[in-house]
């Protein structure tokens, strides 16, 4: 399944699109969507263990399930305020 | 209450939204765009966020206030896109019976906003240069060293 990611900040500007897609295995967890995203995103590779991950605007564990309907986003380190 | 805007932050509006007569103490924070971080110059800032996780999470953390102090207002803004040297980025407004309430509250806020909130800073450095502020990841992070107070015996 092919899922669309939100990306913000540094993540945003390394691939220089807001949204990209991401080829994932059937019923796919966060962590498959981590790995994932390391293998087709390489620039990406580097930050991804700093990044957190939010599914429908709540932050993740590796074992959520990212079904096709959910909204995902890449959130790196934060510095609002 | 919470909001984002792109506007200027107007400081009286944001204590006008926690007066009320049951406070005894009203306090207010304003996170303003520093010049110099370790001594490097900053011309001006970007913020950016993710809209609606965004507000959702100062929501839950406007109510996990109120649920932990008994306040009486409280009330956060916090401004995007882009702003000039001594500009707030944010205000946060509280206001309580009682002084060391709002403190609390106040300090909490600011201190949870600045690692949960999904909201991010560009540095438009004065040599021209720009740099996405992520703690923990890009090593710029404007971490300020608490400090004692500064005691004075004359």
């Known amino acids: 399944m092919i899922v669309n990611i939100k990306l913000f900040a540094v993540a945003r500007q390394r691939i220089g699109h807001g949204t990209i897609e991401v080829e994932l295995p059937a019923d796919p967890t966060v962590s498959h969507l981590r790995a994932a995203l390391a293998e087709q995103y390489p620039p990406l590779a580097d930050i991804l263990p700093h990044i957190r991950i939010a599914v429908n605007n709540e932050y993740a564990t590796d074992t959520t399930k990212v079904a096709s309907a959910t909204e995902i986003a890449l959130i790196p380190p934060v510095s609002g305020g | ?154």
């Open chain 2, 1 to 154: 209450m919470i909001s984002l805007t792109d506007q200027p932050i107007d400081s009286s509006a944001a204590l006008a939204q926690v007066a009320s007569h049951d406070a005894g103490a009203v306090v207010l924070f304003l996170g303003t765009t520093r010049e110099f971080t370790r001594g490097r110059r900053t011309a001006s800032l970007d913020y950016e966020c993710y809209p609606q996780m965004a507000e959702q999470k100062l929501a839950e953390l406007e109510a996990e206030a109120r649920g932990r102090w008994p306040l009486t207002g409280c009330f956060i803004i916090h401004r995007l896109g882009h702003l000039k040297l001594g500009e707030a980025s944010i205000a946060i407004a509280v206001s309580s019976p009682h002084r060391a309430v709002a403190f609390a509250a106040g300090q909490w806020l600011i201190d949870t906003i600045k690692e949960v909130v999904p909201i991010w800073k560009c540095e438009n450095w004065a040599d021209g240069t720009t740099e996405w502020v992520h703690p923990g990841l890009t090593g710029n992070e404007n971490q300020s060293k608490i400090e004692g107070p500064i005691t004075k015996h004359q």
